[in-house]
C-alpha cells in the first residue's frame, strides 16, 4: 500500500511531457491523455481511501531531510477529493476546449499542478508540503493566464507576485521554525514544542501563516483570488477554488494543530480572519456583476467560515469536535460545491460567451438539466436544510455557540464572540441573497432582446459533460440528504489529523434549534436581495428593463489602490537609493582605477630607469675602438688577464697552448648572452607588473559588485 503513495504524485507528472508532446500531433489527444491519466489517478486515489489503512513512504536525502509521504484519514480523503475533481474537470474539458487553443499547454499543467497538489496533500513533514507547494504555484499559473488576453495577463502578474512572495515568506518561517524545532516532521514537531514556550514559535508561525493563506485567499492576500478565477478557463476555476486553496488551508492546519493547538490568541487571530474574509468575500459576490466573479468571491468568502472552524478548533481547545467537524466537511463541501458552480457556469460562457449577469440572463429558462445542477450547488452553499453545506454550517455555528456558554459559565463576558455569531448569520444571509441572485438572473427573468435565441439553442451540454455535471450534483446531493450518515463518518475519520475526539454527543442536525439558526440566514438573504439587489444594486436602462449595476466603489480596490502603489513606491524609493550609490560605487570604482594605473606605470617607468641606470654606468660599453667586437673593455681586459695566466701555467706543466685570445672571446660571448638575458628579464618584469595591476583592478572591482 505505501507504495501507492509516490506513484500518485510521481504518474501525473510523468504523463505530463507526453500529453503536450502527443497535442502537438493533434490538439485533442494531449486533452483525452489527460482524462485518462486522471481517471486512473482519481481510482488509485478511491482505493488508497477505501482501503481505510495508513501507509507511509520515505525517499531518503531528498533536499536533505528527505521527503516523507503519509496516508491516514484526512489525508486519503483529500487525495480522493482532489483526484476526483481532476477526473471530473477532465470530462468536462473536451466540450470546455472544443474550440479552444493551446490544449497541449493546458494538459501538461493541469497533470503537474494534480502530481504536486497530491503531493502536498499526502506530505507528511513541511519540507515535502513546501516542495509541492511551491511546484503547485508555478504551473497553476499557467491556468490564470491560458486565455492570454490583457485581463488574464495583469491576473497571471497579481497570482504569480503573491505566490512568489508567499513562497520566500514561508520558506522564512521554516528555516526559523526548524532552527527552534530542529525538526519539520508533523509528529516531531508536535513532539518538539512540549518544553517550548509558544512565545517563541509566534513569529515563525506567522510567517508560514502568511505563506499558505496567500493561497487560500486568505486577507489580506486575498486580491489575486477574485481577479484570477474569471479570467481562467472553467474547468482550471473550478479546481483553483475548489482545491488550490485547500492546499493553503491544509498547511494552515498543520501549523494550527501541530504547534497551536488549544492556544487562545492563535485562535483569536484566526477568527478574526475568517470573519473579515467571510464577510467581505460575501459583500464582495453581492456587488459583482459577473458570473465568474461572484463564485470567486464566494469562495475568499467560505475559505473565511473554514477559517472560522480553525480558529475556534484553537479556542475550545479539547472540547474542539464540533469545530472540527465542521471544518473539515466544509473544507469537503465547498471543493465539491465549487466544482458543481463553475462548470455550470463554464456551460453558460461556452454557449453565450458572456458572463456579465445582463448578458447571460435568462439563458437557463428552458435548460432544466443546467437549472438542476446549479440549484444544487446553490442551495448547498446556502446552507439549506437536506443539502450538504447546511451541515458543515450548522457544526461550525455550533461551535462558536458552544464556546460563549462555556464562557458564561466561568462567568466571563462573550460579548466580542456573540457579535462573531451574528457576523456568521448576516454573512449566510448574504450568502444566500447572492446566490438567489444568480438564480434568478440565469432561470427566472428574461433576457430582454436574446431570450427566444436562448430558448432555441441545443442541448448546452455533451453527454460527457452532463454525465461529469449531473454526477457531481448527485454526489453533492446524496451526501447532504442524511448528514449524520456519510458526512459525519467522513468528518469522524479526518479527526485524528487535527489532535480532535467525536463529539460526546451525536448532533441532530434537523433539530429544531439548528433549523431555527438556519432558517434565520436564509430569511436575511430573501430580505437582502428584495432590499439591496432589486432596490439598490439594480437599475431601468433607457428601455425600462431591470439591469444590474455594480455599485462596488473602485476606491475601495485594494490591489489597485494599496498594493500596486506601494510597490510602485517602494521600486521608486530603491531607485533613489541606488542610484547615488551606483554613482558613489562609479566614481569609486574610476580612482581606484586611476591610482592602480599610475602606481603599475610608475613601477614599470622605475624598473626601466634602474636598466637604463645600470646599463649607462656600470654596464656601459667601451666607446673606443674594440679589439673584439664582440666583448667590451672590461670583458677585454679580464680576458687579455686570463689568456696569460693560462699561457704561463700550460708552460709550467707542458700542456699545449690555447688559441690566441681564448678567454677574450669567450667572455665577450658571455657579456653578449647576459645582456641578452638582462633585457628579457626586464621586459618580463615590466609585463609582469602590468599584469598584477590588471589583477589587482579586476580583484577590486568584484568586491565591489559582489
Known amino acids: 500500500m505505501s507504495l501507492v503513495l509516490p506513484v500518485l504524485v510521481a504518474l501525473p ?5 507526453p500529453s503536450f508532446a502527443v497535442s502537438r500531433k493533434k490538439d485533442d489527444y494531449g486533452i483525452y491523455l489527460m482524462c485518462a491519466v486522471s481517471v486512473l489517478v482519481c481510482v488509485l486515489a478511491g482505493w488508497l481511501f477505501f482501503a481505510n489503512q495508513e501507509a507511509a513512504f520515505t525517499a531518503p536525502l531528498v533536499l536533505n531531510l528527505g521527503l516523507h509521504l503519509k496516508a491516514d484519514g484526512f489525508r486519503s480523503l483529500y487525495a480522493f477529493i482532489a483526484a476526483f475533481m481532476w477526473m471530473i474537470t477532465s470530462l468536462f474539458s473536451p466540450q470546455y476546449f472544443g474550440h479552444g487553443h493551446a490544449k497541449g499547454r493546458y494538459s501538461l499543467f493541469t497533470l503537474l499542478t494534480l502530481g504536486a497538489t497530491l503531493g502536498v496533500f499526502l506530505s507528511d513533514d513541511l ?13 497553476s499559473y499557467c491556468w490564470v493566464i491560458h486565455e492570454e488576453n490583457q485581463a488574464a495577463m495583469r491576473a497571471g502578474q497579481t ?6 512572495l508567499g513562497g520566500m515568506t514561508m520558506l522564512m518561517g521554516l ?3 526548524y532552527a527552534k524545532t530542529g525538526t519539520l516532521q508533523f509528529e516531531g514537531m508536535r513532539a518538539a514544542i512540549t518544553t517550548m514556550s509558544l512565545e517563541e514559535l509566534y513569529l515563525p508561525g506567522a510567517l508560514i501563516l502568511a505563506g499558505f493563506g496567500a493561497k487560500a485567499g486568505m486577507y489580506p492576500l486575498h486580491v489575486w483570488l477574485p481577479k484570477a478565477h474569471p479570467v481562467a478557463p472553467a474547468p482550471a476555476s473550478a479546481l483553483l477554488s475548489g482545491i488550490l486553496t485547500k492546499v493553503g488551508i491544509y498547511g494552515i492546519l498543520v501549523v494550527s494543530t501541530r504547534l497551536f493547538l488549544g492556544d487562545a490568541q492563535w485562535g483569536n487571530l484566526l477568527l478574526l480572519i475568517g470573519i473579515i474574509n467571510m464577510f467581505l468575500g460575501a459583500l464582495l459576490a453581492l456587488f459583482s456583476i459577473d458570473l ?9 468568502s467560505q475559505i473565511g467560515f473554514i477559517l472560522f472552524g480553525v480558529g475556534m478548533q484553537g479556542l475550545l481547545g479539547e472540547h474542539n469536535a464540533l469545530a472540527a467537524q465542521g471544518t473539515v466537511l466544509h473544507m469537503l463541501n465547498h471543493s465539491l460545491i465549487k466544482l458543481v458552480l463553475f462548470m455550470a457556469a463554464g456551460v453558460v460562457y461556452l454557449n453565450t460567451h458572456k458572463l456579465d449577469l445582463n448578458e447571460v440572463r435568462g439563458y437557463g429558462r428552458k435548460k432544466p438539466r443546467l437549472l438542476l445542477i446549479f440549484l444544487v450547488g446553490a442551495a448547498s452553499i446556502s446552507g439549506i436544510p437536506f443539502f450538504s453545506g447546511y451541515a458543515s454550517k450548522t457544526l461550525l455555528h455550533e461551535s462558536i ?6 464562557l458564561h459559565a466561568l462567568g466571563q463576558s462573550a460579548f466580542i464572540y456573540q457579535v462573531a455569531e451574528w457576523l456568521f448569520v448576516i454573512t449566510g444571509g448574504l450568502t444566500f441573497c447572492y446566490m438567489l441572485k444568480l438564480f434568478i438572473t440565469l432561470f427566472i427573468d428574461k433576457h430582454p432582446t436574446k ?3 436562448f430558448d432555441k439553442m441545443g442541448p448546452s451540454m455533451s453527454p460527457l459533460s452532463s454525465f461529469a455535471l449531473g454526477g457531481s450534483a448527485l454526489l453533492l446531493f446524496v451526501i447532504g440528504l442524511y448528514p449524520e450518515g456519510i458526512l459525519t463518518n467522513l468528518a469522524n475519520s479526518s479527526l485524528p489529523f487535527l489532535y480532535a475526539h467525536e463529539p460526546a454527543h451525536e448532533v441532530v442536525f434537523l433539530h429544531m434549534v439548528n433549523l431555527v439558526g438556519g432558517g434565520k440566514s436564509l430569511l436575511l438573504g430573501i430580505i437582502f436581495y428584495f432590499t439591496a439587489v432589486r432596490m439598490g444594486l439594480m ?8 439591469i444590474h449595476v455594480n455599485r462596488w466603489p473602485g476606491w475601495l480596490d485594494l490591489e489597485d489602490r494599496l498594493y500596486r502603489p506601494l510597490v510602485t513606491a517602494l521600486v521608486r524609493l530603491g531607485y533613489l537609493i541606488a542610484t547615488p550609490l551606483d554613482l558613489l560605487l562609479e566614481k569609486s570604482y574610476t580612482v581606484i582605477s586611476m591610482v592602480l594605473t599610475f602606481l603599475s606605470r610608475l613601477l614599470e617607468i622605475s624598473a626601466d630607469g634602474v636598466s637604463l641606470l645600470l646599463m649607462r654606468t656600470v654596464l656601459k660599453p667601451s666607446s673606443g675602438p674594440s679589439v673584439v667586437p664582440l666583448g667590451n673593455r672590461f670583458t677585454y681586459t679580464m680576458g687579455r688577464i686570463a689568456d696569460k695566466v693560462s699561457g704561463v701555467w700550460r708552460k709550467v706543466f707542458g700542456l699545449r697552448a690555447h688559441e690566441p685570445f681564448h678567454y677574450v672571446r669567450m667572455y665577450a660571448a658571455m657579456w653578449t648572452t647576459a645582456q641578452d638575458s638582462m633585457r628579457r628579464m626586464l621586459r618580463t618584469l615590466s609585463f609582469g607588473l602590468i599584469l598584477f595591476a590588471l589583477g589587482v583592478v579586476a580583484l577590486l572591482a568584484f568586491l565591489l559588485l559582489k
Open 401 to 406: 455557540v458552544e464556546y460563549i456558554d462555556h
Open 539 to 546: 437599475k431601468r436602462d433607457e428601455a425600462g428593463h431591470a
Open 13 to 17: 507528472l510523468l504523463a505530463a511531457v
Open 127 to 139: 519540507i515535502t508540503t513546501f516542495l509541492f507547494f511551491e511546484i503547485l504555484s508555478f504551473t
Open 451 to 453: 431570450q427566444a435565441e
Open 159 to 164: 497570482y504569480l507576485a503573491i505566490a512568489i
Open 292 to 300: 465568474k466573479r461572484t463564485l470567486a468571491c464566494s469562495s475568499m
Open 175 to 177: 528555516m526559523m521554525l
